[in-house]
């Protein structure tokens, strides 16, 4: 190859071309590397805010739980009516609307953001059938036979319950630092 004014030329718009390549090339990199850091970031950040939210919706079911399983002890004992309990739920719903749902919220949650803590929660829940057994016989107008184990029964479904979202609880709060930490 002569080496001409037109071969000197070309060889420098291939050099411009190729270094305006390389150039925008590594801008692409930079730019892409950048955008996964903040969607990491982001995505991780969102993490945090379920998981905090989920804890927070645990806590309030566990309360929820409490205070019904108080209520259905008090109907056991012949202490409230079916009415007194209904009323009681109702009036507790329209205080703490977050009550009407939690269970379904907490699982909702859970399903979505965190798929082994739904799991977790299905088992905790399974825990509160004795109790609501119990309960749904009342309405359906049957009286326990035995009213101290029914009582019995109620207050250890809501402690299985409570032993059980304690679990969820500390793996979450684990998990939660985890996330923090990184």
């Not at 420098?12 to 801008?27: E, H, K």
């Not at 059938?129 to 119990?134: G, L, S, V």
């Not at 402690?159 to 500390?170: A, M, Q, R, Y």
């Amino acid at each position: 190859m002569e080496l001409t004014k037109e071969n000197v030329a070309l060889l420098a718009a291939l050099g411009v071309f190729v270094g305006t390549v390389i150039s925008n090339v590594m801008t692409y990199l930079i730019h892409y590397s950048k955008q996964k850091n903040e969607w990491v970031k982001e995505n991780k950040k969102k993490k945090i805010e379920k998981a905090e939210e989920l804890y927070r919706n645990l806590v309030l079911w566990k309360k929820s739980v409490f205070q019904t399983h108080s209520d259905w002890v008090l109907l056991v004992g012949g202490n409230l009516s079916i009415e007194q309990t209904l009323d009681k739920t109702i009036e507790r719903n329209l205080n703490t609307p977050e009550f009407c749902k939690i269970s379904e919220l907490s699982s909702i949650l859970a399903g979505i953001y965190f798929p082994d803590v739904a799991l977790q929660i299905k088992k905790a829940q399974k825990e509160l059938k004795p109790a609501n057994d119990i309960y749904f016989s009342i309405m359906n107008g049957s009286r326990p036979k035995n009213i101290n184990e029914a009582i019995a029964t109620i207050l250890d479904a809501g402690g299985e319950f409570d032993k059980s979202v304690d679990k969820i609880l500390e793996g979450l709060s684990c998990e939660i630092s985890e996330m923090m930490s990184k």
